[in-house]
């Protein structure tokens, strides 16, 4: 069956520090990855998106590369801030269509940014 | 206007009772899901509906009943609560066709 492995958190930065969470993924076929974010006491929001191989997502700030070859969909940020603080959770949706849009998930990296 | 909405956001009830959780979508998506998030954060996807049929049903214990009386809508009423019922559930939305799914806010069970 379809996984995500995250790596292991929580993860505690200073302001304006490089972020790299990473991501690996088993899959047949060409799955669809995502970033997802959820701040404290809030629901799960679509971070970034990419739907094949060698797509790079982006927003925020936040960029991600889908690498068919390695399998991987590592979520990287140039400086980040304290508003960053957040859980994020790499997931994907299985390229079949018997999965309905069904999402796989990481098992979720606490980020923590001090001032 | 909020995309998901869920209600209740918080749910205290004690061992053995019965409760149903709402959720309503008004994207005109086919297809609505509950996912739960145990103490650890981790997700996983619970029912699936694809216009108001059901197509996934992962391994979840009969107590929980997911009902769809039409497709901007997806309840789940869990009977006989337990315990280890306690987590946050959470409802998406997505058109089948597309890959982005929406989350609702979440509803955090907490079973005494």
């Known amino acids: 069956g379809n996984s995500v492995t995250q790596m292991e958190g929580p993860v505690t930065l200073s302001e304006e520090a490089f972020l790299t969470i990473n991501c690996t993924y088993t899959?047949?076929?060409?799955?669809?990855l995502f970033w997802y974010v959820q701040y404290p006491g809030e629901g799960l929001q679509l971070l970034l998106k990419?739907?094949?191989?060698?797509d790079k997502g982006s927003n925020k700030g936040f960029e991600a590369t889908y690498r068919k070859e390695t399998t991987s969909f590592h979520l990287e940020k140039g400086s980040v801030q304290v508003s960053d603080s957040a859980v994020y959770f790499c997931?994907?949706?299985?390229?079949?269509?018997?999965?309905?849009?069904?999402?796989?998930f990481g098992q979720g990296t606490i980020l923590t940014v001090h001032p | 206007d909020t995309a998901v909405s869920q209600t209740p956001k918080y749910l205290v009830t004690q061992m053995g009772n019965d409760k149903s959780i709402k959720c309503e979508q008004n994207?005109?998506?086919?297809?609505m899901y509950w996912y739960k998030q145990d103490s650890k954060k981790f997700l996983k996807i619970m029912f699936s509906?694809?216009?108001?049929?059901?197509?996934i049903n992962e391994t979840v214990p009969n107590r929980f009943s997911p009902k769809s009386p039409d497709k901007a809508h997806l309840n789940l009423h869990i009977n006989s609560l337990e315990l280890g019922d306690s987590a946050v559930y959470f409802c998406?939305?997505?058109?089948?066709?597309?890959?982005?799914?929406?989350f609702g806010q979440g509803t955090r069970l907490t079973v005494v």
């Open positions: 899959a047949t076929g060409y799955p669809s």
């Open positions: 994207l005109g998506h086919d297809t």
């Open positions: 509906y694809n216009n108001k049929e059901l197509i």
């Open positions: 998406a939305s997505s058109q089948v066709s597309n890959t982005e799914a929406f």
């Open positions: 997931a994907l949706r299985d390229a079949g269509g018997t999965s309905y849009g069904k999402l796989t």
């Open positions: 990419a739907t094949k191989a060698d």
